[in-house]
């Protein structure tokens, strides 16, 4: 199973690997929460997804133990309270090397499939980012969504310009699998300590690319301004 990287009485911090879904979908296959029983920890019932991620997506996920625990971090993911951050290498380097993206987004639905689409009426997003690392036309990026849409982050690098690597829905070269990582969290779950930050190690698929980016890199490390 996948490895726990935070556990206490509310909630669980997985680390989700790439490729997998988190949930059933209409045409079947493995998912994240078929393992959920084997993460119980002495409780009556399998924890619950706070929140998603894609399928391709890997990183920090968090699960809520109990039903009273789900309401409490559901309220925190929806005012916009949890930090987030992401890792993306991505095909292109932007200019400048940070900055903040803000657009409305909508999915438009495509013959059998759908995506999401840039569209003023739609629901407003915005991603701040900045440039960790760039090399031969690449680039090392760290991604902090403001909004929690779907496919946000993927849709804004490519707002950018800059894809990211392995999604070609989105325009970024596909040789490889996704390049995105969600790499840390915090979350002000309890009113008088500090917000519990996590952080998720880089993903197998992604450490060659990142490696050529600079990483590890001074000043790329989530855990100082987390709460920021």
């Given at each position: 199973?996948?490895?726990?990287?935070?556990?206490?009485?509310?909630?669980?911090?997985?680390?989700?690997?790439?490729?997998?879904?988190?949930?059933?979908?209409?045409?079947?296959?493995?998912?994240?929460?078929?393992?959920?029983?084997?993460?119980?920890?002495?409780?009556?019932?399998?924890?619950?997804?706070?929140?998603?991620?894609?399928?391709?997506?890997?990183?920090?996920?968090?699960?809520?133990?109990?039903?009273?625990?789900?309401?409490?971090?559901?309220?925190l993911f929806a005012d916009g309270k949890v930090?987030?951050?992401?890792?993306?290498?991505?095909?292109?380097?932007?200019?400048?090397?940070?900055?903040?993206?803000?657009?409305?987004?909508?999915?438009?639905?495509?013959?059998?499939?759908?995506?999401?689409?840039?569209?003023?009426?739609?629901?407003?997003?915005?991603?701040?980012?900045?440039?960790?690392?760039?090399?031969?036309?690449?680039?090392?990026?760290?991604?902090?969504?403001?909004?929690?849409?779907?496919?946000?982050?993927?849709?804004?690098?490519?707002?950018?310009?800059?894809?990211?690597?392995?999604?070609?829905?989105?325009?970024?070269?596909?040789?490889?699998?996704?390049?995105?990582?969600?790499?840390?969290?915090?979350?002000?779950?309890?009113?008088?300590?500090?917000?519990?930050?996590?952080?998720?190690?880089?993903?197998?698929?992604?450490?060659?690319?990142l490696t050529r980016l600079g990483y590890p890199?001074?000043?790329?490390?989530?855990?100082?301004?987390?709460?920021?």
């Amino acid at each position: 199973m996948e490895r726990v990287l935070y556990r206490d009485g509310l909630m669980l911090v997985i680390d989700k690997p790439a490729g997998i879904v988190v949930h059933p979908g209409p045409g079947g296959g493995p998912h994240l929460e078929h393992w959920f029983p084997l993460l119980r920890f002495g409780l009556p019932r399998p924890p619950a997804l706070a929140h998603r991620l894609d399928r391709d997506t890997s990183g920090c996920l968090v699960l809520g133990r109990h039903p009273k625990a789900l309401r409490r971090l559901g309220r925190l993911f929806a005012d916009g309270k949890v930090e987030k951050i992401y890792w993306a290498v991505v095909a292109g380097i932007p200019d400048p090397p940070e900055g903040r993206i803000e657009t409305g987004l909508r999915k438009e639905t495509r013959g059998t499939g759908w995506k999401m689409i840039v569209d003023p009426a739609g629901q407003q997003a915005l991603t701040e980012y900045r440039v960790l690392g760039a090399h031969d036309g690449r680039a090392w990026l760290e991604l902090r969504p403001r909004t929690g849409r779907t496919h946000q982050v993927r849709v804004h690098c490519a707002v950018l310009g800059c894809p990211i690597v392995g999604d070609p829905a989105y325009g970024g070269p596909g040789e490889v699998p996704l390049h995105l990582h969600a790499r840390a969290i915090a979350l002000p779950l309890y009113p008088a300590k500090p917000p519990v930050a996590v952080t998720a190690p880089v993903p197998p698929h992604m450490l060659a690319a990142l490696t050529r980016l600079g990483y590890p890199a001074a000043g790329a490390e989530p855990a100082a301004d987390m709460a920021g």
